[in-house]
T-cell receptor
Framework: DAGVIQSPRHEVTEMGQEVTLRCKPISGHNSLFWYRQTMMRGLELLIYFNNNVPIDDSGMPEDRFSAKMPNASFSTLKIQPSEPRDSAVYFC?????????????FGPGTRLTVT | GQSLEQPSEVTAVEGAIVQINCTYQTSGFYGLSWYQQHDGGAPTFLSYNALDGLEETGRFSSFLSRSDSYGYLLLQELQMKDSASYFCAVRGNTDKLIFGTGTRLQVFP
């Protein structure tokens, strides 16, 4: 299996621009998570989907952030407009079972820099 | 609320044994997971404890005491490649994992 696939791996953009991060979960996994990692705040869960339905988006920082999962093999996280404080590594993870499944499989991450 | 506490950094030499502690405070508890993350890499799953006691997986072991809301990860025969950050994560009543802030382990020759 190829594992969780994320693109792009690196993104540099200017403040105010729209950013779209993409994720392909492991085939057969029915739960998908978007995390953000920074030195200051550690690993934060942004949103969690189960069977393509958003279950918990309480971690989404504000209306500038949105996430979709149109089918079982694809999800996007969009930031519009982007701000310098959004600079972080964004991880997508997937697993079978529920959101608190003990073993989640993380993708390689997207390192976002907003200047 | 929910919170997890881990030491921020631990250092050790090759061949030694190191223990990384994790104390947690959650609404309900189902289990404690451990993840390893190398610099520039993604977190990878190491172990899971749902019941009290020690779980052993090769050089790594994980321990849980539910009555003390405490667990630890034990790394034996340390190798340079074990230098990484280690995160504990709790499965509570909410349907998601809550991650600790991570412990950075540095192994010296």
């Amino acid at each position: 299996d190829a594992g969780v696939i994320q693109s792009p791996r690196h993104e540099v953009t200017e403040m105010g621009q729209e950013v779209t991060l993409r994720c392909k979960p492991i085939s057969g996994h029915n739960s998908l998570f978007w995390y953000r990692q920074t030195m200051m705040r550690g690993l934060e869960l942004l949103i969690y989907f189960n069977n393509n339905v958003p279950i918990d988006d309480s971690g989404m920082p504000e209306d500038r952030f949105s996430a979709k999962m149109p089918n079982a093999s694809f999800s996007t996280l969009k930031i519009q407009p982007s701000e310098p404080r959004d600079s972080a590594v964004y991880f997508c993870a997937s697993c079978s079972g529920g959101g608190a499944s003990r073993e989640q499989y993380f993708g390689p991450g997207t390192r976002l820099t907003v200047t | 609320g929910q919170s997890l506490e881990q030491p921020s950094e631990v250092t050790a030499v090759e061949g030694a044994i190191v223990q990384i502690n994790c104390t947690y405070q959650t609404s309900g508890f189902y289990g404690l997971s451990w993840y390893q993350q190398h610099d520039g890499g993604a977190p990878t799953f190491l172990s899971y404890n749902a019941l009290d006691g020690l779980e052993e997986t090769g050089r790594f072991s994980s321990f849980l005491s539910r009555s003390d809301s405490y667990g630890y990860l034990l790394l034996q025969e340390l190798q340079m490649k074990d230098s990484a950050s280690y995160f504990c994560a709790v499965r509570g009543n909410t349907d998601k994992l809550i991650f600790g802030t991570g412990t950075r382990l540095q192994v010296f020759p």
